[in-house]
């Protein structure tokens, strides 16, 4: 049973910055393509960066030039640096491992989330 837990997730300051950290057990990490996601009270869940087991990586717009998406085989781990130069709102982040960063239908194992609440 393959199991994602996220980490790292607390209170940013506006114009502060904060990784998220991710780990995946009970499956071959290495062949998963690995997401980060975002819910926004009120709103849809959206899909903020990918990275594919090769390495190729997606952002949204929005973030693009402000987030790092990165992965480690070796430890398992999947990361998302986040800088933000100007103020995100407050969400849960979710990190998911999937088929492929073609799709969201493609990442089918979640972890709970974690909260960065944002100082206003």
């Known amino acids: 049973q393959v199991q994602v837990v996220e980490s790292g997730g607390g209170l940013v300051q506006p114009g502060g910055s904060l990784r998220l950290s991710c780990t995946v057990s009970g499956g071959i990490f290495s062949i998963y393509a690995m997401g980060w996601f975002r819910q926004v009270p009120g709103k849809q869940r959206e899909l903020v960066a990918s990275i594919s087991n090769e390495g190729t990586k997606k952002y949204i717009e929005s973030v693009k030039g402000r987030f790092t998406i990165s992965r480690d085989n070796d430890k398992n781990m999947v990361y998302l640096q986040m800088s933000s130069r100007k103020p995100e709102a407050t969400a849960v982040y979710y990190c998911?491992?999937?088929?492929?960063?073609?799709?969201?239908?493609?990442?089918?194992?979640w972890g709970p989330g974690t909260h960065v609440p944002v100082s206003s």
């Open positions: 998911s491992a999937g088929l492929s960063i073609d799709a969201d239908s493609e990442f089918l194992h």
